[in-house]
């Protein structure tokens, strides 16, 4: 997959789902699995999802581009159910989030392990600001910052558009993913179904890692 290169700036017109940047970019389906019972950290999770699927988003259009500075991704995916607010102890909101290895072959499945981090991008439906992510594997997950991942989401006809952006390169004391283009990356899909009860570890993603090519800017 390539992350084209655009040669628009401005930050607010690449983060509109619906902008005129995005109208011509191609997507690729990616399919989605749930992260697998026995991996739960818990017995008690373990014992109230026995019976349920977890995972109920099962696949999403992604798209990318880069501007030279950012790289950006922009998810679809069909969800009757719009879970922006949590009302309740039980009511959980949808989310969704871009994670990257930050060492060759760090393992997904388990979120990364020590000394083999993922970095996460995530969007939560009822933040305005995306969280910024680092995990060592399952239960580890730290946030670095709140104000250097981008977001914007909307929800319309039972399905959800969002933008998630982060600068390239960015300077920080944690292992965060830093990219460029014409050099290989790779990266993975994860949905959260708010009306699925989903949080936490509790989640839909892509398996695999996917490689993602970054355009170098046109001359």
């Keep these: 997959m390539q992350a084209s ?3 628009e700036r401005n930050l607010d017109a690449l983060l509109d789902p619906a902008g005129a940047a995005w109208r011509n970019v191609p997507r690729t389906e990616l399919g989605l699995t749930g992260t697998p019972l026995g991996l739960q950290p818990t017995a008690a999770i373990k014992a109230s999802w026995a019976d349920k699927k977890i995972g109920a988003i099962d696949r999403v259009d992604v798209a990318a581009l880069n501007d030279g500075q950012r790289l950006l991704f922009r998810l679809e995916w069909r969800d009757p159910t719009e879970s922006r ?4 102890n039980n009511v959980f909101v949808d989310g969704a989030a871009i994670l990257f ?6 393992p997904l499945v388990l979120m990364g392990a020590k000394g083999a981090p993922v970095n996460v991008w995530y969007w939560r439906a ?3 600001a995306g969280n910024h992510i680092v995990a060592e594997g399952f239960g580890t997950t730290r946030i670095v910052d709140r104000d250097r991942v981008r977001t914007r989401a909307a929800w319309n006809d039972g399905r959800w558009q969002v933008v998630i952006a982060r600068d390239l390169r960015v300077d920080s004391p944690e292992p965060v993913a830093n990219v460029q283009p014409g050099a290989p990356a790779q990266f993975s899909i994860a949905v959260w179904d708010g009306a699925n009860s989903e949080r936490a570890g509790i989640k839909a993603f892509s398996p695999v890692w996917t490689d993602l090519t970054i355009e ?3 001359r």
């Excluded at 607010?85 to 309740?88: A, F, M, P, R, S």
């Excluded at 290895?101 to 760090?106: I, L, Q």
């Design 216 to 218: 170098p800017a046109q």
């Design 85 to 88: 607010k949590i009302t309740d």
């Design 101 to 106: 290895p930050t060492v060759p072959d760090a």
């Design 126 to 128: 009822d933040e305005d």
């Design 5 to 7: 290169f655009v040669s």
